[in-house]
Every structure is written in structure tokens, then in C-alpha cells.
């Protein structure tokens, strides 16, 4: 009885999504940036079903209590995924906004800057790497996640530590802008396409290098879909040649992401028997839903009220800055009383820090404030980063809220400080 009251839950989770699709897919009758990550949600669904029929998540889970099983959190974690991808709708092309690039001497010696800049953190980004091959994926994988006391890779030069910290986030911040310009630049001949092309690589290329010296699937996940952001939002100025060429870069890259996404996998699982590793993808991607109505609903003991995803200043804070990024998890563990290490959709991590009606308010008002800027402001390369970022809050959105913590600070920072950047390079 248990097993068909949950596996008919996930079906009306499915169907929400499914149906959301269809109905956006048929009034734009085109895949959209809007209606393709409705889709990627619609897969997330049919795969809770499929890991949960299948016994994948029992068997790593075990069995639940029927009693606390309810519908509500599906609704409203449907609602809160509404909001949360409908501001996509309001990313729209516009052709006089990106026109208004100027190939002067201010852009192109930032350009030279910025090559150097990430030329610098490439090759960093490749020692990491080629120490992680040398120790085996699995090893890096394995102490991000053991609860080590000192980082993965440690420099022993606060300089260098920082020059990387830093490098990652001014990449993500200045990769719209640097992607825009090649693609604009070759459309209006303004610049080679050789040299267009090396620049889109230099924005992608450095970040996978990251991703798997550290082991990190879903981060070499994300660059797909970054990829897929950038093909939508400049199509129009995309011209044959260039077309040809980015279609062989992005079934080479494809094939990479995914060969060493398996590598990474299958080493996890060497010693496993069966199809262990194939069924962790399936898992991985499979479980919030099924995590957050079955495992996180109506069991929390203490809602932190925005101290564990956005820590200020606070006496609770200092008992648990020195810690490790496992400790922590385990002290908010013990202190909201279910195990938040767990995929669990972006409302089961609102409702985690909120409770149900705050949590739901912080998804709606979260949803306002980018609607009514994206409704408002016409994109253009210097303010592409705006959107850009929070497609990527959309894509992981499935695991939960990742833009958080102490980072979050140092993130909006840089933001601003590109946003300038960029502002002042394109003024008249």
C-alpha cells in the first residue's frame, strides 16, 4: 500500500511538470530557454518514479512512515518551481541591445586583460588537474567530502589561494560579456573567427579543467547548460561558419563532459558489483522529490530562519565558522533534525530555513524581484551577467538553494564589480 500511495504521488508530480511543459512548448512554439528548463524539471520528476519503481531508492533509503505522506509538499513544491523558472520568460533577444557593443580601444584591452587573466588561471587549473589524475578523481572526490580539515588543494601562498577563489567567479561573471562580444564581433567581422573561438573556449575550458580536478559531476553538468544558454540568447547573430564550428566544439565537449563524468563515477563504485555507478546518475538526478516528501516534510524540528543558507554576524555563527564543510552539515543537521547533506528541491530547502508560509514567501518575493528586473531592463551585454547567474540558480535549483552561505557575499561583490566594469566599457 505504501509503495503505490508514493509511486501515485510522483506520478501527479510528474504530470504537473509534464503538462507545464506541453502547454509552454505549444504557446511558444519553440524550446525556449523558459520551456527547456521545464523540460530538464519534467525529466527530474519521471525519474523520481523511475528510481523509486525500481527499488533504487528503497534500497539505498529503506521505507517511510505512510503517515506523514501527503500531497502538499508536491503543490507547493510546484509553485515554488513556477516561480522560480518564470522569470525565464522574460530573457528575450534584443538585437538593438546587443548592437550596441563597440570594438574601441577600452573593450579590446580588456579583452587582452582578460586573456591573460584566465590564461594565467587555466594553466593553474591544469596543475590541479593533472595532480588529480596522478591521485586518481575518486581521491578528490572523496575529500571534498570526508569532512578534511585542509583543502584539496592547498598552496601554502594566500596569494594564489585567492587568485583562484577569485578567478572563479570573475570567469562566471565576465563570461556573457566575453562570449557576446566573440560571437557579435565574427557576425559583424569585426574580429576573426579563429580568435572568437578561442575565446569562448577560454571562458568553458577553465571551469572544466576545475570540475574534474575536483570530482565535481555536477559542475561539468552545469557548463552544459551554460553552453546552452549562450547558443539560445545569441542564435540570431550565430552566422553558418561559425555555426559549423561551435556544432564540432559542442558534440567534443559533450563527449568529454560525459566520459569524464563516467570516469569519475565508475572509480566511485570500482569495487561495487552491478550496475552501481549507472544507477547513482539515476539517483543523483532522481531523488529530491522523493527526498523531500518522504524525508524532509513535516519532520523539521528547528527552522533556522536564514542563519544556515545566509549567515551574518550572530553568537550562533562563531560556534560553527571554524568548522569543516561536513561538520557544519552535520551541526545544522542536529540542529533541524533531518538530513540536509540530501538533494531536496528548491522549496524543501526554503522550507528547511522557513517553514511552510515563509518559506513560500521568500520563494515569491525571490521570484518578484527578478521578474520586475528582467521585465524591466533591456538586456545588453554589460547586464547579460544578471540573468545568466540566475539561470544557473534555476539549474540547480533541482538539488536545492545553492546560492547561499558566506560565499553568497563575496559572489554579489564581484557581480557589482563586473557590472561596473562592463558599464564603464560600453559607455558613449
Known amino acids: 500500500m505504501l509503495k503505490k500511495y508514493v509511486m501515485n504521488l510522483l506520478l501527479v508530480n510528474f504530470l504537473l511538470y509534464f503538462f507545464w511543459f506541453a502547454y509552454s512548448y505549444i504557446k511558444e512554439k519553440r524550446i525556449s530557454i523558459y520551456s527547456t528548463m521545464i523540460l530538464f524539471y519534467t525529466i527530474i520528476a519521471f525519474l523520481g518514479?523511475?528510481?523509486?519503481?525500481?527499488?533504487?531508492?528503497?534500497?539505498?533509503f529503506g521505507n517511510f512512515s505512510l503517515s506523514r505522506i501527503t500531497i502538499f509538499p508536491i503543490i507547493l513544491g510546484f509553485v515554488s518551481y513556477f516561480f522560480l523558472l518564470y522569470p525565464l520568460k522574460k530573457i528575450k533577444f534584443d538585437k538593438n541591445g546587443f548592437n550596441k557593443l563597440k570594438f574601441n580601444k577600452r573593450s579590446s584591452r580588456f579583452i587582452l586583460l582578460w586573456i591573460i587573466y584566465f590564461s594565467l588561471y587555466?594553466?593553474?587549473?591544469?596543475?590541479?588537474?593533472?595532480?588529480?589524475?596522478?591521485?586518481?578523481?575518486?581521491?578528490?572526490?572523496?575529500?571534498?567530502?570526508?569532512?578534511?580539515?585542509?583543502?584539496?588543494?592547498?598552496?601554502?601562498?594566500?596569494?594564489?589561494?585567492?587568485?583562484?577563489?577569485l578567478g572563479d567567479l570573475f570567469l562566471n561573471t565576465t563570461t556573457p560579456f566575453v562570449v557576446g562580444y566573440a560571437i557579435i564581433g565574427i557576425?559583424?567581422?569585426?574580429?576573426?573567427?579563429?580568435?572568437?573561438?578561442?575565446?569562448?573556449?577560454?571562458?568553458?575550458?577553465?571551469?572544466?579543467?576545475?570540475?574534474?580536478?575536483?570530482?565535481?559531476?555536477?559542475?561539468?553538468?552545469?557548463?552544459?547548460?551554460?553552453?546552452?544558454?549562450?547558443?539560445?540568447?545569441?542564435?540570431?547573430?550565430?552566422?553558418?561558419?561559425l555555426s559549423k564550428r561551435i556544432k564540432i566544439f559542442g558534440i567534443s565537449f559533450l563527449s568529454l563532459v560525459a566520459t569524464y563524468s563516467w570516469v569519475?563515477?565508475?572509480?566511485?563504485?570500482?569495487?561495487?558489483?552491478?550496475?552501481?555507478?549507472?544507477?547513482?546518475?539515476?539517483?543523483?538526478?532522481?531523488?529530491?522529490?522523493?527526498?523531500?516528501?518522504?524525508?524532509?516534510?513535516?519532520q523539521v524540528k528547528y527552522h533556522p530562519f536564514g542563519e544556515?543558507?545566509?549567515?551574518?554576524?550572530?553568537?550562533?555563527?562563531?560556534?560553527?565558522?571554524?568548522?569543516?564543510?561536513?561538520?557544519?552539515?552535520?551541526?545544522?543537521q542536529n540542529k533541524v533534525d533531518v538530513p540536509i547533506y540530501l538533494f531536496k528541491t528548491y522549496y524543501g530547502d526554503l522550507y528547511i530555513e522557513y517553514g511552510v508560509i515563509y518559506g513560500l514567501l521568500f520563494a515569491f518575493l525571490?521570484?518578484?524581484?527578478?521578474?520586475?528586473?528582467?521585465?524591466?531592463?533591456?538586456?545588453?551585454?554589460?547586464?547579460?551577467?544578471?540573468?545568466?547567474?540566475?539561470?544557473?540558480?534555476?539549474?540547480?535549483?533541482?538539488?536545492?538553494?545553492v546560492v547561499s552561505g558566506t560565499s553568497l557575499y563575496w559572489s554579489i561583490s564581484v557581480v557589482f564589480t563586473t557590472y561596473l566594469i562592463l558599464k564603464y566599457i560600453m559607455k558613449d
Open 366 to 401: 525571490y521570484f518578484l524581484l527578478i521578474f520586475l528586473y528582467l521585465k524591466k531592463v533591456k538586456l545588453s551585454l554589460k547586464n547579460l551577467l544578471i540573468p545568466y547567474l540566475y539561470f544557473q540558480v534555476c539549474v540547480y535549483g533541482f538539488s536545492g538553494l
Open 122 to 165: 587555466f594553466i593553474l587549473k591544469l596543475g590541479e588537474l593533472i595532480i588529480s589524475i596522478s591521485t586518481g578523481l575518486d581521491s578528490a572526490y572523496e575529500h571534498r567530502h570526508d569532512g578534511a580539515s585542509t583543502p584539496l588543494f592547498n598552496y601554502n601562498n594566500p596569494v594564489l589561494e585567492k587568485f583562484s577563489f
Open 264 to 298: 569519475i563515477t565508475s572509480l566511485r563504485f570500482s569495487n561495487a558489483k552491478g550496475n552501481k555507478g549507472f544507477d547513482s546518475i539515476l539517483r543523483y538526478f532522481g531523488e529530491s522529490f522523493p527526498n523531500f516528501f518522504l524525508q524532509i516534510w513535516d
Open 308 to 332: 544556515r543558507l545566509f549567515p551574518v554576524i550572530a553568537p550562533i555563527k562563531k560556534t560553527y565558522s571554524h568548522l569543516t564543510l561536513d561538520e557544519t552539515t552535520l551541526f545544522w
Open 187 to 241: 557576425y559583424q567581422k569585426k574580429i576573426k573567427i579563429n580568435y572568437g573561438l578561442f575565446l569562448i573556449l577560454l571562458c568553458f575550458f577553465p571551469s572544466l579543467a576545475n570540475s574534474i580536478a575536483i570530482g565535481s559531476r555536477g559542475a561539468m553538468f552545469l557548463i552544459v547548460f551554460n553552453f546552452i544558454f549562450f547558443i539560445s540568447i545569441f542564435k540570431p547573430f550565430i552566422t553558418k561558419q
Open 49 to 60: 518514479i523511475y528510481i523509486y519503481k525500481t527499488g533504487l531508492y528503497t534500497k539505498e
